[in-house]
């Protein structure tokens, strides 16, 4: 069982940075894939970024690669999401979620575990 806990969502304009942290509870978090998504009003939840369980494998929708930075930590049971050069698109609620799936790290039916949510709102 892993539960998690999104933090560091918030308002900022259009070309600022925001880091999103995900803590995770249960010893048995270096076994996951980790992932984070996001759902923006009227519209389908969407992947946007995931790494493999031992950090060295990294993922990331086209809507963000050179923009968003996923890291981990699992001495510290820690994600981190860093986003720079925000656009107003990327205005969402930001899910992270935990897999115990070695593939498909793009879906999320392959993930078990989703945190809250935390809002991230950029505007222009």
């Known amino acids: 069982q892993v539960q998690l806990v999104e933090s560091g969502g918030g308002l900022v304009q259009a070309g600022g940075s925001l880091r999103l942290s995900c803590a995770a509870s249960g010893r048995t978090f270096s076994m996951y894939a980790m992932g984070w998504f996001r759902q923006a009003p009227g519209k389908e939840r969407e992947f946007v970024a995931g790494i493999s369980w031992s950090g060295g494998s990294t993922y990331y929708a086209d809507s963000v690669k050179g923009r968003f930075t996923m890291t981990r930590r699992n001495a510290e049971n820690t994600v981190t999401l860093q986003m720079n050069s925000l656009k107003s698109t990327d205005t969402a609620v930001y899910y992270c979620?935990?897999?115990?799936?070695?593939?498909?790290?793009?879906?999320?039916?392959?993930?078990?575990?989703w945190g809250q949510g935390t809002q991230v709102t950029v505007s222009s």
């Open positions: 979620a935990a897999s115990t799936y070695s593939s498909g790290i793009y879906s999320q039916l392959n993930y078990n575990y």
